[in-house]
C-alpha cells in the first residue's frame, strides 16, 4: 500500500534551516508529482510547494520563494524539503502528499488534488 513518512523536522532559531525528508514506497514514485503542505494551528492546511514526476518543474508559495527548495531523488524514493532563513510564520506540521493521477499536474496547489498524505513532521521556529 501507499506510505509516505515524513521526518527532518524539529526546532530551530529564526534564520536557520532545516531538511525535511518525505520516504515514499507502495507505488512507482518517479510517476507522479509531490507536494509538500503545511498546517499552522488553527489554520487551513495551505500548499507549500510542488515538483514534478521527473523533478524538471517546481513551484513554491510565494512566501517561501528563494527561502525553500522542493527535490526528490527517484533512485531513494524520496522527496526533500530545504527550508532556509526560516521565519517563527513558518512554524507548522509539514506533509508531504502525492498526487492523484500518474503524470498529472493538475490544480496541482489544491489539497483535494492529492490522495495520499503522510502524518506530517512539526517544524518550530522560535528564539
Known amino acids: 500500500q501507499v506510505q509516505l513518512v515524513e521526518s527532518g523536522g524539529g526546532l530551530v532559531q529564526p534564520g536557520g534551516s532545516l531538511r525535511l525528508f518525505c520516504a515514499a514506497s507502495?507505488?512507482?514514485?518517479?510517476?507522479?508529482?509531490m507536494a509538500w503542505f503545511r498546517q499552522a494551528p488553527g489554520k487551513e492546511r495551505e500548499f507549500v510547494a510542488a515538483?514534478?514526476?521527473?523533478?524538471?518543474?517546481?513551484s513554491y508559495e510565494d512566501s517561501v520563494k528563494g527561502r525553500f527548495t522542493i527535490s526528490r531523488d527517484n533512485a531513494q524514493n524520496t522527496a526533500y524539503l530545504q527550508m532556509n532563513s526560516l521565519k517563527p510564520e513558518d512554524t507548522a506540521v509539514y506533509y508531504c502528499a502525492r498526487h492523484k493521477y500518474v503524470t498529472s499536474a493538475s490544480d496541482y496547489e489544491s489539497r483535494e488534488s492529492y490522495n495520499y498524505w503522510g502524518r506530517g513532521t512539526q517544524v518550530t521556529v522560535s528564539s
Open positions: 515538483i514534478s514526476g521527473i523533478g524538471g518543474w517546481t
Open positions: 507502495g507505488f512507482t514514485f518517479s510517476s507522479y508529482m
